[in-house]
Every structure is written in structure tokens, then in C-alpha cells.
């Protein structure tokens, strides 16, 4: 491997023939992962119920009860949380659906939210969450930067119609708009924040049996796996990388050489990338 590193900065759309694809495996000896990254896919998650019947979390990243946290909620087939408001804002990402979101809780038409889909609703607005899915239990991801807190309270009377909280926010996934970054390989969608300039939740669809090419980043990763077949092996030549499917967790520490395939052969993989600061990327020569 030359030690020369290309820098990538501005993100103008690069050929796939001059990165090559991404490579899991070097041959000869064995490769260990990196100690300092991490990998925990759902089905390793323990969830608690927070309300029995009905919602239960599993918190993969951080300490929900005293600070920023990525939690999953998984709702039960055709239930939903009442009425309730938390005091702290909270981004949520669907991961299994459908779901709505209204805010308040008695909004006429809150909209039904698929895979991908992002819903931000403000700190102290009332709301409630309902999986409309009658056969299969709802999975949704929250992201807070504080403590997370349930405040159970009474729906606001719906006569005459209630309309959407107007700081409440709704992207659905087929309104995200993505931006090409390496032609036939890699693209990107913008859910909250800019990618090009600060913290931010962004999903990045790699297509099916291709892969990035080995690189890394000056600020560490934080991933959920939403479709696909993902492998994230770090160091890139590690020669038994984990394969994550939907709900896995993965982490990337900064400057740690990695690369990022798809190895499912005819579904493009999505995951969610949330970094507290703006992406970049730094290519190996190889």
C-alpha cells in the first residue's frame, strides 16, 4: 500500500474506475478488527419495556438517562404510544414501518412515514406515536443530544381539525434528496444538518455489490444499518468483517482506515451516518 493519501474535499463526483471498489480481505495472514471500533447488530440489543404491551427501547450509543443517546423504540403491530411530550427535542428515523407522528396528537392528517423517513418534534410538543403496520411491530431510532424523559399528557380536544405543530418537522424518505458522490457506487441524503459544514444525520446509499474504497474520516462515525447487507470491516483489510443487516450499530473511530461494501447482490444498502461535526473523507492510494 503506498502511503500517499488523497485527499477528498468538496465532494465533486469521482469516477468508480479511478477508486476502485472496496476490499475486505488482503490474503495471507489473518486480520483482527480494530479494538476501538464496534459492531452490535439488533438481534444482540436488549430492549426494556417502557410501556408493556406496547413500546419497548434498547440503547445502543450512549446513556439515555443522563445525556445524548441513540435509542431504538420498537412498537408493537398496530399499537401506539398516547399522548405525551419529552423535554428535550427529538429526531426520530423509521426504520421498520409504517408509523405516524402526529403533533400534536389529534392532527388530522399526520402523514404515514416509511423506511427512511424523518420526523424532528420540538422539546415540550405534545405528540403521539402509532405503528399502522397490523401485522409487524414498528421500529423507530431517537437521537437527542440530552436525557431522555416521558411525559404522559391529555389530548388537546379535536373539534374543530388540529393542524401540525409548525416547528415540528416531517421529511419523508421519498422527498430526500440525494446527492451523487462516486458515480454508480455512493450517494447521499441530507436528513438534518449539513454534511458540508457541521453535525449531522445523513443517509448513505451504497448500491447493491459494490463498495467504498478504504479510507477514513477526522471525526468518527456513528452508523444504523436500515436495508441491505453491510459490511464496515476496519482496518479496510480485516478478513472477517461482520455482515449488518437492518437495526445493527456500528461505530468508526476517527482516522481509523476502513472501508464500507455492499455485499447484498440486487438491494442497494442504507445506513443512517451521524457525526457531530461536518464529513469529510481521505482516500487511500492503493
Known amino acids: 500500500m503506498s502511503s500517499k493519501l488523497v485527499r477528498v474535499l468538496g465532494f465533486a463526483a469521482m469516477s468508480a474506475a479511478a477508486l476502485g471498489c472496496g476490499d475486505s480481505g488482503s490474503g495471507g495472514n489473518e486480520v483482527p478488527g480494530d479494538p476501538a471500533a464496534s459492531w452490535v447488530p439488533l438481534s444482540e440489543m436488549t430492549f426494556d419495556d417502557i410501556i408493556p404491551g406496547i413500546v419497548s427501547f434498547a440503547t445502543p450509543w450512549g446513556d439515555r438517562a443522563v445525556g445524548p443517546h441513540a435509542t431504538f423504540a420498537r412498537v408493537a403491530a398496530g399499537k401506539g404510544i398516547p399522548a405525551h411530550l419529552h423535554s428535550n427535542d427529538v429526531r426520530a428515523v423509521i426504520f421498520d414501518a409504517p408509523m405516524e407522528i402526529p403533533v400534536p396528537s389529534n392532527e388530522t392528517e399526520p402523514g404515514s412515514l416509511t423506511l427512511g423517513s424523518y420526523m424532528f418534534v420540538p422539546g415540550m410538543a405534545q405528540h403521539a406515536m402509532n405503528c399502522t403496520n397490523a401485522t409487524a411491530d414498528c421500529l423507530f431510532l431517537i437521537l437527542q443530544e440530552d436525557a431522555f424523559n416521558f411525559v404522559p399528557t391529555d389530548p388537546p380536544p379535536g373539534d374543530p381539525p388540529v393542524a401540525r405543530n409548525p416547528d ?102 442504507l445506513f443512517l451516518m451521524v457525526q457531530d461535526g461536518a464529513f469529510d473523507v481521505t482516500f487511500l492510494d492503493m
Open 168 to 269: 415540528a418537522e416531517m421529511k419523508k424518505f421519498e422527498n430526500v434528496e440525494f446527492v451523487e458522490l462516486i458515480p454508480g457506487i455512493l450517494e447521499f441524503g441530507p436528513l438534518y444538518g449539513d454534511f458540508m459544514t457541521g453535525a449531522h444525520g445523513t443517509i448513505a446509499r451504497v448500491k447493491a455489490g459494490t463498495g467504498i474504497p478504504p479510507h477514513w474520516h477526522s471525526l468518527e462515525v456513528r452508523g444504523f444499518v436500515l436495508q441491505g447487507m453491510v459490511e464496515v470491516p476496519v482496518p479496510f483489510d480485516q478478513t472477517k468483517p461482520l455482515t449488518m443487516t437492518s437495526g445493527a450499530y456500528f461505530l468508526v473511530p476517527a482516522a481509523a482506515e476502513h472501508a464500507m461494501n455492499c455485499v447484498s447482490e440486487t438491494t442497494d444498502c
